[in-house]
């Protein structure tokens, strides 16, 4: 497998967490408990694999290292970063939700 497709496949997982991640925070304002969790564990998921892309791709770039430095992976370590910024948001929003709705 190459780096391009690796670094495509961390921004389709890293652009999935971060979108079930704000679906989990929708749930929570409609008071739907169980979505929100629901989109919370599917969001994780995705990170975690996005997080494997990385590994993969950062270990690859030590053996290859002419290879590691390319734009897509750039690309795709800003898609990861975005993502985890707006699960740690969505998941304040979540709890904060919650509590409004108690």
Not at 1 to 20: C, H, P, T, W, Y
Not at 22 to 50: F, H, I, P, Y
Not at 92 to 102: D, S, T
Request: net charge negative; aromatic share 4%; proline share 1%.
């Amino acid at each position: 497998m190459d780096f391009e497709e690796q670094a495509m496949r961390l921004i389709v997982n890293a652009g999935n967490a971060k979108s079930a991640a704000m679906n989990a925070v929708a749930q929570a304002k409609q008071g739907n408990w169980d979505g929100m969790r629901a989109a919370l564990a599917e969001s994780d998921a995705a990170m975690t694999s996005a997080h494997k892309e990385q590994t993969d791709i950062l270990q690859r770039s030590f053996d290859e290292p002419e290879k590691g430095t390319e734009m897509l992976m750039v690309h795709a370590q800003d898609h990861l970063m975005t993502a985890i910024t707006v699960i740690d948001l969505a998941r304040e929003f979540c709890e904060l939700y919650e509590i409004i709705r108690k």
